[in-house]
């Protein structure tokens, strides 16, 4: 072991021990420095590091950064790495002069990068497949691996890998296994020899090779563990998918290229599909990885990636309703309950190891946000990234309906867990008439509503389903919603600014996104929701804008997907009634031909009432905006034309407007 590691200094500390500092600077460039470094005496133990230009300090960084395979090599937790990056004032000209030494020492670590010389073109690979391994594999430490599992975005990430790599410098190893598009293959390695992993090892010693990606397969083929292995110090890479979509987007694939004819039910049985992603790893574990991305984080996952290993990549150019590089899947087209439950069943592995995946990935954003250690990462970079910082939500699943309202107008769980803020009461009032516990419980009220009528058609929330929140203001539904939806999945939108920054400020982490007054959203995709959901927006729209917002639901929400609406209850011609001669409501009534008697017949025969109050502001006419009784006639008459279907029409005691569910046709 000690023949691959470099010793950079020793001395005697108040003559009780001797500390051996082992470690090497890796990367080197204008805008960082990045390497290993530990105590051989004591390798658990991080190393403080001094960053010198012409023996000047230009900080201080700690060698604690995960690097996993130092651990497998024996030292210590393998938490050795450091990285350091120049700020604008330190302006760097001559690498040549930039020095790291352990605070404690005077000698510098050494740059280890090796040369290639003309005697590796002629060793033995067989040897060098055994124990011969690990020593020449340490000449190879700039190497990255790639383990592109198919359909986890390694499209886009090859596509940024190649402004990176040269050519010369990239291998491309797709030969494993049979699930490469035909386009791809065409376009990329039609013309490539199929390869034996002897002669693979052979091209990249002969080769000045940095980048190795490919579809590895299976053990059995060229398995990743056989790179993994011969290859120890290489950084590892691979991104790993919600095992949902990821089986959906497989199916979807094998029936696009590969004349798929088996049924999703059948198809899920077979033995390949079964835990994809894990098999794909060859029996390396995550914690084996030098890295571990999410598809869904993707932008995300890049910034880590930067922040751990130094490689740069270009962040996925998405749409509003597409970010963290995803498409998601309406899941009742693919198969009902007992199909999913099956599902899970046979996939615990790549359930749990996407958790995994997820809760490191949680972790390495936490690190770069920590404030205990802000020297670590340079100058203003963590202020930079705090927006990256991932909550996870899913305690509160446990809480009745009352606990979790009471957690979020506390503003913290039953054991201190950090929840979202919230406007000042009066601010909160504004927009939904009530405020704190009593708005968070109206709330949590209306999804539990929402879940129990989705599942009884065939849609159960999960936490990657896609969400449209229409009209989100302050962010109290949105908030509720947490704990049922990622923020991944969940996309808030106002034309109200104000409520945007709100939400912004309260959710950094969130989606929010302004949009227009009227229809159409241009920042919408088509189909590209599972469910949208408005509380109190229908209850105060004309006709004419109801109808407007019906086509654009009908064009943003998939095929099977569910649009959830609240309006009026009936019982609120009472109210118009009982307020005919005030000042606030006689102009409107008047206005709309209001006549008790008339209008509770129109409400027998399906009408649309609407009484134009206006919005309470001149950007909000009254021609548009006021008070709106929709009935469940009207619906059923005019579904068809919307493109949905009603499944549900309520007035629960338990909720002040009327609760409405239709489905997308």
Known sequence: MNNQLYTTASKNIDGARKNVYRGGIEIICKEYVTGYCFDASTPDEPVCLRVLMDEI????????????????????????????????NHQIVDLNRIRVVPVDDTLPLRFIHTKRNNKASTLDIQSSLSEGTASRAARFNDIFIVNHIPKTAGTSLRSSLDKQFSAQQSLYHYFGVGVCSPDIWNWKFAEQPKLKFEDVVKNIIERPISLIMGHFGYPEQHGFDKFFNAFPLARSISFFREPYDHVCSLYTFACKYFSESKSFEKYIEQGYVRNYQT?????????QLSFAGIVEYYNESLDVLYETLGLKLDPAKVNVNEKKSRVGYNYSQFGNGKVWARFEELNQADIELYQQAKNRLKEHIDHINSNDSPELYGSGLIQQKKKTVIPDFTWAKSLSKVEWAKSLSDGKGPNGEALPSFPPVDVQAKFVGSNGYDAFLDAITFIEKMKNRLVENGLEIRKNTLTLDCGVGWGRIYQAMLREVEPASILGVDIDSEAIKMCEQSMPYGRF????????????????????YLYSVFSHLSETGFRSMMAEFSRITKKGGFLVFTTLKRVHLNVWNSHGDSSAYAP?????????????DLADRGGFLFVPTGGGDPSRPNDYYGETIITEQYLNRE???????????????????????????
């Open 588 to 600: 409107a009534l008047k206005a709309a031909g209001y006549n008790f008697k008339k209008w509770q």
């Open 279 to 287: 098999n794909a790893l060859c029996g390396v574990s995550i914690d």
């Open 639 to 665: 579904k068809a034309s919307f493109g949905f279907a009603l499944k549900a029409f309520e007035n629960p005691d338990d909720m002040a407007q009327a609760f409405v569910v239709m489905q997308k046709l």
């Open 57 to 88: 300090e230009l900080g201080k960084t700690w060698a604690k950064l995960e690097k996993i395979h130092y651990h497998n090599l024996g030292i210590g937790n393998g938490r050795c790495g450091f990285y350091y990056r120049f700020t604008e």
């Open 513 to 532: 996104e302004l949009i227009s007054k009227n229809p159409p959203y241009e920042n919408l995709q088509e189909a590209s929701f599972d469910i949208v």
